[in-house]
């Protein structure tokens, strides 16, 4: 049974940071290019960043030089680094696998 458990979220401050993480089972992770999207309320789920089997990266606009994807294949285990964040990084995030499979989301708020 796949499964892609997100956690890290919560209520951060503008201008703070959070660390989401991901951990996956049922699949070979080493071998999959992982994602992590958001979907803020009434909008489409959007691509935030991309970390591919052989670590090239990839990153919405809107993130660049803010967040930052790793993965420890060791682990089983994508991460997303978010710093300097702002009320419009409000969403919750997945977590997917290229295999397309998708965690449950993990809500991240950024609020004074």
């Known amino acids: 049974q796949v499964q892609l458990v997100e956690s890290g979220g919560g209520l951060v401050q503008p201008g703070g940071s959070l660390s989401l993480s991901c951990a996956a089972s049922?699949?070979?992770?080493?071998?999959?290019?992982m994602e992590w999207y958001r979907q803020a309320p009434g909008k489409e789920r959007e691509l935030v960043a991309g970390l591919s089997a052989l670590g090239n990266t990839k990153y919405a606009d809107s993130v660049k030089g803010r967040f930052s994807i790793s993965r420890d294949n060791a682990k089983n285990t994508v991460y997303l680094q978010m710093n300097s964040l702002k009320p419009e990084d409000t969403a919750v995030y997945y977590c997917h696998a290229s295999e397309d499979y998708w965690g449950q989301g993990t809500q991240v708020t950024v609020s004074s």
């Open positions: 049922g699949i070979i992770f080493k071998l999959n290019a």
